[in-house]
């Protein structure tokens, strides 16, 4: 079974310092990754995903993710982090659109954002 | 730029009634989910839902939940009875079709079981 783990519960940050969110996942097939973030009180809002191609895949506001095979790694990063960056950011998986596509998400991780 | 409708934001009902939540999915997408996120907690796939019939659901969509898409537009999720701890934050997602990888989701409605 597929599953996602993201080791960080909370990241607390200084404003313009790069941050780092890490997400392993487990899966016995070839899957699609995927980071969301919610801002508060709102929906889910898909940063950036890997299909396949590139293992560096970037995304939006300045993210960028490293897919790592052999690591089952896909760990978000953003070299300067800005107070607006405050949210809860969640990894997922998803396995062959063909099956239907759904997601299957870490924990979360609070990013924490202070001037 | 087209997306994901929720109602209502929040919802709060006494346990064992009824409650519909709602969502418009984006127009001309084909497949649609509902999520869950009770309190502290991740993100929990509820069910799935392709060509008007359920796709996937998971162990959690029980017999006291059921999904419909009346007329076209709409999807709705039902919960016959409500307990409380089905007090979570209910999202809706719709996708596009094969090849479209991205689900959009809505901004959640806050079901509040007292």
């Known amino acids: 079974a597929q599953s996602v783990t993201q080791l960080d519960s909370q990241v607390p940050v200084f404003e313009e310092a790069p941050v780092e969110l890490r997400c392993n996942y487990s899966?016995?097939?070839?899957?699609?990754l995927f980071w969301y973030v919610q801002y508060p009180n709102q929906g889910l809002q898909l940063l950036l995903k890997?299909?396949?191609?590139?293992?560096l895949v970037k995304g939006i506001n300045g993210f960028e993710a490293e897919f790592n095979k052999s690591q089952t790694s896909f760990h978000l990063r953003k070299p300067s982090v800005h107070i607006s960056d405050t949210a809860e950011y969640f990894c997922a998986v998803a396995l062959g659109y063909n099956q239907g596509g759904k997601l299957i998400f870490g924990q979360g991780t609070e990013l924490s954002v202070k001037p | 730029e087209p997306e994901v409708t929720q109602t209502p934001s929040h919802q709060v009902t006494q346990m064992g009634q009824e409650v519909i939540l709602r969502c418009v999915p984006i127009s001309n997408h084909l497949y649609f989910y509902w999520y869950r996120q009770i309190l502290g907690q991740k993100v929990e796939f509820l069910v799935s839902f392709y060509n008007n019939e359920i796709s996937e659901k998971s162990e959690i969509f029980d017999d006291q939940f059921s999904v419909e898409r009346p007329d076209g537009s709409n999807f709705t999720l039902k919960i016959r009875s409500t307990k409380l701890e089905d007090s979570a934050m209910y999202f809706c997602?719709?996708?596009?079709?094969?090849?479209?990888?991205?689900?959009?989701f809505g901004q959640g409605t806050r079901l509040t079981v007292v």
């Open positions: 890997y299909l396949s191609g590139s293992t």
């Open positions: 899966s016995s097939v070839s899957v699609y």
């Open positions: 997602a719709s996708r596009g079709g094969q090849g479209k990888t991205e689900a959009f």
